[in-house]
């Protein structure tokens, strides 16, 4: 059920600046909190206790913008704190986080919004609107070396003004439905974050635009304060870094779906490079959960000692996350894959069915389509991946002109050029999937080699357009995003236009799409552009993992039941976090160890949303 209040305009005219005025306000607004919908947390959850987790690399920075701050900790500083709505996960409504209600505009571009008066940063200055408008400022200047929230806070948000010193009005660029103005808005990883002014004061501002001109080299190591459950507290450069709970008296506990989540004091992320390593440290009890979603992990190493006795648990849990972009990636601006032939060839020389089968116990989905799947009527009906025929490839590759087999088995054009290209990926235990593609590749006369590039270092490297092909898997939203992959001013290092594809075609579909109002012709217009992709073989369609998997000590509990449509990690404080540690369950299973007691084995599946 809806809580609704009417404002009149009459005191909203008075407080909105000449932007806002512009936009024809109606006569009384319809206030909107939804305030009512199903919990999913646990009123069991306890407080307390310190998750000990591990990444692969240590980041590259602790900006969350700007240039290598993708493969860092951005998750904790931007992606996973609170916006001003968000989505409910099982029924999608639209629920409270930093504002508290809002009202929609009869322009179809302008949401009102009343910020919760509670809300303070980590380091306890409180959230006002001032934060909303810096906000504007600092994703706008070009300090921050940041194309894309340039790009986005400039020609999709028009506006940001302040009404009071906890109301704002947004206004976006274009017309769109009030429900696409949420999404636009609220997105995860480039929604509407309010900036910490005090933080970010500049030293140096020539441009005049409120930001350091150093900013990057800055705040490149610099820990700034988030209006999320968790602050860093301790960095061990190359070793591992603390986050720690503002504490029980978190402003976000007055609002009724954030109780009993976030329920760890500290979350310990220490750096282990090799997955074999990290695995062993966690079946000695040095870390607390270990991701299963391998199928070689989960179908046959999950079955030592630890997991017979009943002191580690496996979990299984289906979602119905959306999937986003990804499979391998085509640089168009290499050598020979500037040819649509070539491309055509990689695409039908590359055998992810196989690999799915062979490789991955068919624990694994192929995505229709290179740019994701999920985005309901954006997605075309018809888009199946192209299969592996290695046939087709070498009838394409011998219309580039490499119609000869060489020595090897390898084709070669007159100019007697291999046709070789390199895959790069990020993560060691995918060796035997990229392996796998290049044994299969060469059916049709194709090398692929592997270029393993360690950790967040792999992003950054294709980041600067110096692959091939790219191994990468990007997050995707309800809304598919195509600017920011294919439009051609994004040709260029720094963005993730990971094909540096250019087309007068494609950025008119895209500037067209991202300004149509209308639903219908704006996913007509999404049809095509995925038409695009397909035709012109920019993205080989890889898998989809529709669920996750995880290895957890028994003092690990959680809610039942323990999944919703949108949990992607069960034990993960960036994601929903509804999970928490009983210390006094923890202390009777390491006092049952010294002793040699034993527990049942448990693994629970969860299968209440698969697809």
């Known amino acids: 059920m809806k809580n609704m209040l009417k404002l009149s305009a009459v005191a909203i005219i008075a407080a909105l600046g000449s932007a806002a005025q512009a936009a024809e306000l109606p006569a009384d607004l319809t206030w909107v909190s939804n305030?009512?919908?199903?919990?999913?947390?646990?009123?069991?959850?306890?407080?307390?206790?310190?998750?000990?987790?591990?990444?692969?690399?240590?980041?590259?920075?602790?900006?969350?913008?700007?240039?290598?701050?993708?493969?860092?900790?951005?998750?904790?500083?931007?992606?996973?704190?609170?916006?001003?709505?968000?989505?409910?996960?099982?029924?999608?409504?639209?629920?409270?986080?930093?504002?508290?209600?809002?009202?929609?505009?009869?322009?179809?571009?302008?949401?009102?919004?009343?910020?919760?008066?509670?809300?303070?940063?980590?380091?306890?200055?409180?959230?006002?609107?001032?934060?909303?408008?810096?906000?504007?400022?600092?994703?706008?200047?070009?300090?921050?070396?940041?194309?894309w929230y340039n790009d986005f806070f400039t020609n999709k948000i028009e506006d940001v003004v302040k009404l009071d010193d906890y109301t704002i009005a947004v206004k976006s660029v274009a017309k769109m439905t009030n429900d696409e103005l949420m999404v636009q808005i609220n997105l995860p990883s480039n929604g509407l974050q309010p900036r910490p002014e005090h933080f970010f004061k500049?030293?140096?501002?020539?441009?005049?635009?409120?930001?350091?001109?150093?900013?990057?080299?800055?705040?490149?190591?610099?820990?700034?304060?988030?209006?999320?459950?968790?602050?860093?507290?301790?960095?061990?450069?190359?070793?591992?870094v603390t986050f720690k709970h503002v504490g029980e008296d978190w402003w976000g506990y007055s609002n009724r779906y954030y109780q009993n989540r976030y329920n760890v004091e500290k979350v310990r992320y220490t750096v282990i490079r090799d997955s074999d390593i990290a695995r062993k440290h966690f079946e000695k009890g040095n870390l607390d959960t270990f991701g299963l979603v391998l199928p070689s992990l989960w179908h046959e190493k999950a079955n030592t000692k630890p997991y017979q006795d009943g002191y580690i648990h496996k979990f299984w849990g289906y979602n119905q996350v959306v999937q986003g972009a990804g499979g391998l990636w085509i640089n168009t601006a290499q050598p020979l894959l500037d040819d649509r032939y070539v491309r055509a060839g990689v695409t039908y020389a590359t055998d992810f069915d196989g690999m799915i089968a062979n490789v991955l116990r068919g624990d694994y989905a192929r995505k229709p389509h290179g740019m994701g799947f999920g985005h309901g009527g954006y997605d075309r009906?018809?888009?199946?991946?192209?299969?592996?025929?290695?046939?087709?490839?070498?009838?394409?590759?011998?219309?580039?002109?490499?119609n000869k087999i060489g020595p090897d088995g390898i084709r070669v054009n007159a100019g007697g050029e291999r046709l070789s290209f390199a895959i790069t990926y990020g993560y060691q235990p995918h060796t035997p999937r990229i392996a796998y593609l290049k044994e299969q590749a060469k059916k049709a006369g194709l090398e692929l080699t592997l270029n393993l590039v360690d950790g967040s270092s792999a992003f950054k490297y294709v980041l600067e357009k110096k692959h091939d092909l790219a191994f990468i898997n990007m997050g995707g939203g309800e809304i598919p995003a195509y600017w920011e992959y294919l439009h051609s001013v994004n040709a260029k290092p720094q963005t993730n236009n990971h094909t540096n594809f250019r087309s007068p075609e494609m950025d008119k579909l895209i500037d067209s799409y991202n300004k149509e109002f209308d639903l219908e012709k704006k996913q007509a217009l999404s049809h095509q552009i995925q038409k695009v992709v397909s035709d012109e073989f920019l993205i080989v369609p890889g898998y989809m993992v529709p669920y996750t998997r995880e290895g957890y000590w028994r003092w690990l509990k959680y809610p039942t039941p323990a999944m919703t449509k949108q949990t992607s990690s069960l034990f993960s404080v960036v994601d929903l976090a509804t999970f928490w540690i009983d210390e006094e369950d923890k202390k009777a299973t390491l006092s049952a160890m010294k002793k040699g007691k034993t527990f049942e084995p448990v693994t629970v599946i969860d299968d209440n949303y698969k697809l």
């Open 35 to 147: 305030m009512e919908e199903p919990l999913f947390a646990s009123p069991e959850a306890k407080f307390g206790g310190t998750l000990r987790t591990h990444m692969a690399s240590f980041p590259q920075t602790l900006r969350s913008v700007g240039p290598d701050s993708n493969s860092g900790l951005r998750h904790h500083f931007m992606d996973g704190v609170p916006k001003l709505a968000g989505r409910h996960p099982n029924t999608g409504k639209w629920i409270p986080q930093l504002a508290q209600e809002w009202a929609f505009g009869d322009d179809n571009q302008t949401v009102y919004f009343k910020l919760d008066p509670s809300a303070r940063w980590s380091d306890g200055e409180k959230v006002t609107a001032d934060d909303y408008l810096f906000m504007l400022k600092y994703y706008r200047s070009k300090d921050i070396i940041s194309p």
């Open 381 to 402: 009906s018809d888009n199946k991946a192209p299969a592996f025929e290695p046939e087709v490839a070498a009838e394409y590759f011998a219309k580039a002109g490499f």
């Open 202 to 240: 500049p030293k140096k501002d020539e441009n005049n635009d409120g930001i350091d001109d150093n900013f990057v080299r800055r705040y490149n190591f610099k820990s700034e304060p988030t209006t999320g459950p968790y602050f860093m507290d301790k960095v061990k450069k190359g070793k591992s």
